[in-house]
């Protein structure tokens, strides 16, 4: 069976995960699982009292938001001490623009971004998927990637679209057909059971329980993005049905996250995209979230006031749950004799370390899965150069380089 297999019937083109009787197409590459890359962003930090433990090694604190990944503890490594040096911009949060690139002096005058981390693995990777990277926002379409002409690669905010674009092909009216089933709450699976049927004939048994997994993935998106067009239908009875209805207020920045997190793994195990980035947002109003009232960015500069403090906890607990359960999900996925996180670099983090006051040093960075080991919390010389981290990144998902952004070498622990 072909790597490249696709399930198709009208209007609908299904990818395929890997699949054991697909190992002899794969001999001539080695029958390597490929290797992927998941940047993520909180572009209004984490607050540092509530993350970083007293200890580090193997047997750290478990400190409120580490509380909530306990469960992935051996999964994940947390550094502190990197960050990228002369950040300060024209304005407060330009930071956010140099995240995945390094670029000295974010917004100020003459100002010219490179490219970021992601789009240098996409020109070495991507050429060999349907989607040489994915970039995705909770709020908006800035993105954190960058060309090498330093140019911005908009970001997709919309789940439904971007699951049209990766599963649903054909001609405009067969495209709009099949919207309309997955509103009436019919699956693409539907179109494709025959063929499904076939495939599982010509599979091994091992494969058949990956398949089950995989499908059940394609029905929990559709489930997922189901539930939220028909949330906004309820309002709004006039919807035009050629667009792709999500949650379109802003308000829920965490459902909004968690559908775009919840997309990573079917992209990855469809091989859709090997090169994946998110920027959770600052949507510039008051979070849904129990027991907040106010602004999310308002919140970050709290001034030290504790119920302030407390509100702008409630927010980051919930980004970090988002987080932890991309994580949860990576690893149940199987493919071969491992799961999709040991085949993923997931990395998580901010571009600033203290909200309260725009400082760029010391930020948060965890990183999942890759293949490297994991389990500690170690803490690096303040001001190593982040892009250190990225070039061990880079290199574990072969893509040789020595050099990126602001290295000096690469990050070992």
Known sequence: MQRRTFLKAAGVSLALPFLQSMAPACATTGGELPKRMVFICTALGLHPQSLWPDSTGADYEMTPYLELLKDHKQDFTLFSGLQHEDQTGRQPHDSELTFLTAARKPGMGGFRNTISIDQLAASHIGNQTRFRSVSLGSAKAQSQSYTRGGVMIPAQTSPAKLFAQMFLQGK???????????????????????????LKRKSSSEDHHLLNDYFESVRQA???????????????????VDRPSDIHDHADMIGRTRLLMDLVPLIIQSDSSRVISIMVQDHYVVPK????????????????????????????????????????????????????????????????????????NNLPIFLAGGGFEHGRYVKQKQGTPLCNLFVSILNQAGVETDQFGQSNGTLSW
Request: aromatic fraction near 2%.
């Open 289 to 360: 979230v129990q027991g907040v009232t106010g602004n999310h960015h308002n919140l970050s500069h709290h001034g030290q006031d504790d119920s302030k403090i407390e509100q702008l906890k409630r927010i980051e607990r919930e980004i970090v749950s988002c987080y932890g359960s991309l994580l949860g999900k990576m690893k149940a996925k199987s493919e071969g004799d491992n799961t999709l996180l040991d085949s993923t670099s997931v990395l998580f983090g901010s571009n600033l370390g203290n909200a309260n006051a725009h400082h760029a």
């Open 222 to 240: 559709e489930t997922n993005i189901a539930a939220a067009q028909g949330w906004m239908d309820k309002p709004k009875p006039k919807v035009d």
């Open 172 to 198: 405009a009216s067969e495209i709009r057909e099949q919207q309309q089933r997955l509103s009436d709450g019919k699956s693409i699976l539907d179109e494709l059971g025959s063929q499904a049927k076939k």
